[in-house]
């Protein structure tokens, strides 16, 4: 099974296509968030399912929970695979998101990868989203295993964070594709270290290569 989801970050369709059709080989999942859908919005989605793929659409529902349900009635016209929403929404709010019938997977945000925090925050949110009826969440590598043990292994772990080299930038709490994936992750998310390769498409390949056997 393929594991990657490659985060498609850039303003414009024309690069996300030639992103879509050069890494398809290694990727079964995209997702487009805020940047690219404010930009081709319907359009996006259409491409990347005409290239054989599913959607995870990342636009982090944090509202009331009347527009939170209404966001996912929307989003499920889309016919995506699978959504988010931030944890910190609270039970109403998630538990508003879940209660659309035939809906896509929803994912809930526990901490931001960008932040430093603790194991025992990030297992309180995983804890309410799994209660809420939530499918899984979206927390760091570091977590993983933890959550796992906490809310058992049919609840999806989605981890970003994702370094197979190491360098500086915004994300704090990270790991390789191959720790991630050994800790129980069901889907990494990769962005930049694709993106920004000289050859994405040989970094898309290395990453699978790396995850392929475990
Ligand atoms: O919801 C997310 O996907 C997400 C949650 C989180 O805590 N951290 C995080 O980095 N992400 C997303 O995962 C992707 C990571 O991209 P890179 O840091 O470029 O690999 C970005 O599209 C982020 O929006």
Not at 21 to 27: A, F, G, H, L, V
Not at 115 to 119: D, G, V
Not at 207 to 211: A, F, L, Q, V
């Given at each position: 099974m393929k ?6 970050d850039v303003?414009n369709?024309k690069?996300a296509?030639k992103?879509v ?7 079964d999942?995209?997702?487009?968030g805020p940047i690219?859908?404010?930009?081709s919005?319907k359009?996006i989605i259409?491409m990347?399912?005409?290239n ?6 990342d636009?982090k529902f944090h509202?009331?929970p ?8 929307s989003?499920?016209?889309l ?9 910190v929404?609270?039970?109403e ?9 035939n ?10 990868t960008s ?5 025992e925050e990030v297992i309180?949110?995983?804890k309410l989203?799994?209660?809420c009826?939530?499918d899984g ?5 570091l977590?993983?295993?933890l959550?796992?043990?906490?809310c ?7 981890t970003?964070g994702?370094?197979?080299?190491k ?17 129980g ?6 962005g930049?270290p694709i993106l920004e390769?000289?050859?994405p498409?040989?970094a898309?390949?290395a ?5 392929k056997?475990?």
């Open positions: 594991k990657t989801i490659l985060a498609l303003y369709f690069k296509e992103l059709k050069d890494t398809s080989e290694y990727i999942i995209y997702k487009v690219l859908f404010l930009q919005g359009e259409k990347i399912k005409d054989g793929k599913e959607i995870f659409l636009l509202d009331i009347a527009t939170v349900k209404r966001s996912v009635e989003a499920k016209e016919g995506v695979y699978s959504l988010t929403v931030h944890s929404g609270g039970e709010m998630l538990k508003a998101a879940v209660s659309v019938e809906r896509p997977k929803i994912w809930a945000v526990t901490v931001l932040q430093a925090t603790s194991p309180k949110r995983a989203s799994k209660f009826g939530v969440v979206i927390s760091s590598p977590e993983i295993a959550i796992k043990k906490e058992g292994k049919d609840f999806q772990v989605v970003p994702i370094r197979p080299a360098v500086d930038d915004d994300q704090k709490r990270v790991a390789t594709p191959e720790l991630a994936v050994k800790d992750a069901d889907f990494i998310v990769v930049r390769a000289s050859n498409a040989e898309a390949k990453i699978y290569e790396s995850i056997g475990l």
